[in-house]
């Protein structure tokens, strides 16, 4: 059964809407931070309080989110605090921050979705322990990983999906370097594989080989193969830096490739090499929606918490951290 709520953490009954926390909710460092407001609030939740690492800061973004959303936002000292005063937390804060935004979650028994990766590869095993207390809790996490939910796009183009893909290929422009862009983009590519193809939590990779292991690299191609499943998946990351949008950004399975293309007020289309394009919704909408809809489904007493599918989530969630930390350590 979930974790008890701290005495402190309200409690919002059913119907009314699921108070959001954010820790981290500037655009420093080009955080999601207002676009994950704004979603949740679009998606009947409701953000009330926000904190960060800089008071300044934090105090500017709580004015300037209050004005987005057109209701009052409190500023909290800490994590720590904001999880008590909210239903769940959203940790879009960098990745150091990461670890203190599990912990405040798990210390006031409130499910949390966190900005990927969900750790950097020297935190692999504190981790793989969050992880396996929000499991062993039957506490919702997740991580914003936002790529499978463009595979809509694939199907209205191409109809039935490779199962599994021979490969999977992505390119994607982060705006730093070296590998920092490794570590911010590798995620997105991981979960697309799990969203193709059932893994089981033994699954590894090998023939891992960079292009390009430089401080300062601006490309860089990360190749390695996922093993362990019904069949191996060979990966390609094309990664070539773009410090500013709009970011170039496609995937590829079994050399099938659907370039996306943002339109005015970011609509979002996949358009393959014949010309032919589908219009999709955008993922962090549906990645928001869906999380918005776990959260609901927990406050209503009428329907029955699916720990199954919360403890599958953070399954996945830690073979993806192994995956991520055995392609970064690779010699």
């Known amino acids: 059964m979930p974790a008890p709520r701290s005495p402190e953490a309200p409690r919002a009954g059913p119907g009314e809407a699921r108070r959001i926390g954010i820790v981290g909710a500037g655009r420093t460092r080009q955080g999601l931070g207002p676009y994950l407001a704004d979603w949740f609030e679009r998606h009947g939740c409701r953000v009330t309080a926000i904190s960060g690492r800089d008071p300044g800061r934090t105090a500017a973004a709580g004015v ?160 390695f193969r996922i093993v362990g499943g019904a069949e191996p998946i060979d990966v390609v990351l094309h990664l070539a830096r773009c410090p500013s949008p709009p970011r170039p950004a496609w995937f590829a399975l079994d050399g099938r490739r659907l370039d996306r293309e943002i339109g005015p007020a970011y609509a979002i289309a996949f358009r393959a090499a014949d010309g032919r394009a589908a219009k999709v919704r955008d993922p962090l909408d549906l990645l928001v929606y869906r999380f918005a809809a776990d959260l609901a489904a927990e406050a209503d007493p009428s329907r029955a918490q699916d720990l199954d599918a919360t403890r599958a989530q953070a399954d996945a969630i830690a073979l993806r951290l192994r995956l991520f930390a055995a392609v970064l350590d690779a010699r």
């Open 64 to 223: 300037a989110i209050a004005e987005r959303l057109r209701h009052p936002v409190e500023v909290c000292a800490d994590a720590q605090e904001l999880a008590t005063r909210v239903d769940a937390l959203v940790v879009a804060c960098p990745v150091p921050g990461h670890l203190d935004g599990l912990d405040a979650a798990l210390a006031a028994g409130v499910p949390c979705l966190c900005e990927k990766p969900l750790v950097g590869p020297a935190a692999l095993d504190a981790g793989l322990a969050r992880v396996a207390a929000f499991r062993s809790r039957g506490l919702l996490l997740a991580e914003n990983c936002q790529w499978p939910f463009a595979l809509a796009a694939w199907d209205e183009l191409f109809g039935a999906r490779p199962s599994p893909p021979r490969e999977v290929a992505m390119g994607l422009s982060p705006s730093g370097t070296g590998p920092g862009m490794v570590e911010d983009s590798l995620s997105h590519v991981l979960s697309l594989v799990q969203a193709l193809a059932p893994l089981p939590p033994e699954a590894r990779v090998e023939q891992v080989r960079h292009s390009d292991r430089g401080a300062h690299a601006e490309r860089n191609d990360v190749r």
